[in-house]
């Protein structure tokens, strides 16, 4: 992950689950009966109350229930849930303008008119503020959007019009319109007191909507000029799928990467330990794409779906990929999964192995080992901290490792060690940079000792534990999973953590800890489950250290007893699948952040114009 993409995801930060609609009502409700028991005079507590619920909370039950409503009849997608939570959020926009109106008021000479031209312009804008998260989320024509935005300032203005007694300016209806539509002594008496209400003033609320509608319309077309000229897609697809996702789990964002992405081949290697009856007992799968970008989008929970798949204990570790070989949508994993069960089925065993081998070389440390003619080999470059290792140095260092005279080899980056988002450089392994060549010098070196060392008897153990830590606390619903390998007295222990990277430091204090083992390595599976609560959740930044390395210490020594005679054997497939694409991930990181910072400073524009030209309309019509 570059730093671009770090800021694209850190945006998630500001992203939130709705609640459910009936909750938002129900608290939209709440304020409005204490608003009214703060600005309404009944002779009774509970008739103020009534009062705040009826002229405030109506027009938001009305824009919660009735939106998805218009909406969905034009075939918009917006659900009761975001519905509900923006309908409260505009109610509770019109009361804090309405209160700063009324202090101001209160202090100065402005007067009751003021009060009233604020709620006007309150109803304008939260109409605007609809209007934008409706166009953005259920990408409809600015016409349609305006119906099911208007819906909130429609009520509340049909209310004012009611109970203000503005029907009495006009030389219209009969006795039974007047019966609904002139109720001034119905009204509570700061409404029935408003003498001014004419309909002049509604006429300003509608210039003052077509205002808004014209700022919004001009804000979103500024806004998506630079992601159709760079990307060809939409900024509002992005919008609505990146909201849709952590909002409410829907599948919307996979649609948008669909457009953007790319064929490619990548290889799936499997690597399977099974007892000599034939029943399997572990399973090594790596496909060599990126598990993101986050949640359960594209591959971001592919070690859960690798490890459900699998007959014995899995161990999906990162692949050699970056962020350009995230997988467009949950449908390719299957792909996935079906040329790594063709691996399965077209591997050859053999119960012999070397010890396990370490090569340093420059920053890069690669641990491997052999079973019969094809190796296990684990990259790290801790204590130094690091990211992704792109997928081309990866192809480079399988290729170095097998000029020895390997047959296959499992390319693993550990992905143990780093220091969060800060920075340019975050680590990313790309090719031409000094840490690409230690590890194919690395490689190199690794596969001759490999091919040339002595093989012996092979005997396995694993063990895992769930544990009762949650993505929140970067672990991922895999848990902590352990396999060792016992060779001519030598045992390997291999650590898999289900998270995305280590802070700096663990690694190695998990290392010293661990007895009973002769060589240890420890790896995490970049799940991407994790990244749904913030952009940076790595494994102990939120758990207690302490607690893991016991945990894995235990973990070593279940599999040490559960150590028995085995065979072994590797074979790779490869998989046609839709990945983000080469640069891909980069433009799409640098143009949102782009539109990000000219978005705000475009939003405060608009804003500072529309309360300009406010003023100007209500001096112009006063």
Known sequence: MTATQGNLAGLSRFIFRAPRWYASIAFALLIAAATGVAVFEAEFPLDDAWQGVFYLGLPTVTAALGTPLVDGF???????????????????????IVVIAALL???????????????????????????????AVSRQSLPV????????????????????????????????SRAFLYRPDNAPARLSG????????????AVLSGLCIFAVWLFLVLVDRPWRSTLGVSSLDFVRGFVGHIAEGTRELEDFFEDLGEDA?????VLSIRRPDGEEKARFVLPMIHPGPMGEIGGGNLPERVAADANGVAFPPHATAGHDFNLVTNREVDTILARANDAYESIEYDDTATKSQVVSEGEATLTGQAFGDEALIINTFAPGCADDVDYAVGLSVRSEAKNGGLQDVLLVDAHNCNDGLDGDDLGHVVPGSQRSFDMYEGARELGQRLTAADRHDLRCGVAWDETDWEPRDGIGPLGVRVAVFEVDGQRSAYVLIDGNNMEPGLRERIVDRIDGADAVEVMTTDTHVVNTVEAENQ??????????????????????????????GMATEQAQVTVFGNDRTEMLASTANAVVSLGGALAALFVLAVLGISALVFFLTG
């Open 74 to 96: 034009f075939g918009g997608k917006l659900t009761h849930n975001r519905s509900s939570l923006l309908a409260l959020v505009c109610e509770l926009v019109v009361i804090a």
């Open 105 to 135: 008021a209160f202090v100065t000479p402005l007067g009751q008119e003021f009060v009233l031209n604020a709620l006007l312009f309150a109803l304008a804008a939260i109409f605007g503020l609809r209007l934008l998260v409706v166009m």
């Open 145 to 176: 959007a305006s119906a099911a935005a208007s819906l909130q300032t429609a009520a509340a203005a049909l209310l004012l019009f009611v109970y203000t007694g503005t029907m009495r300016y006009m030389e219209i209806g009969g006795p039974i």
């Open 194 to 205: 408003l003498d001014y209400m004419t309909p002049k003033m509604f006429g300003v609320l």
């Open 265 to 269: 081949l990548v290889p799936v290697t």
């Open 539 to 568: 494994v102990g930044s939120s758990i207690d250290e302490t607690r893991l390395i016991s945990l894995i210490e235990e973990l070593v020594g279940e599999a040490i007893d559960d150590l028995e005679p085995v065979e072994a």
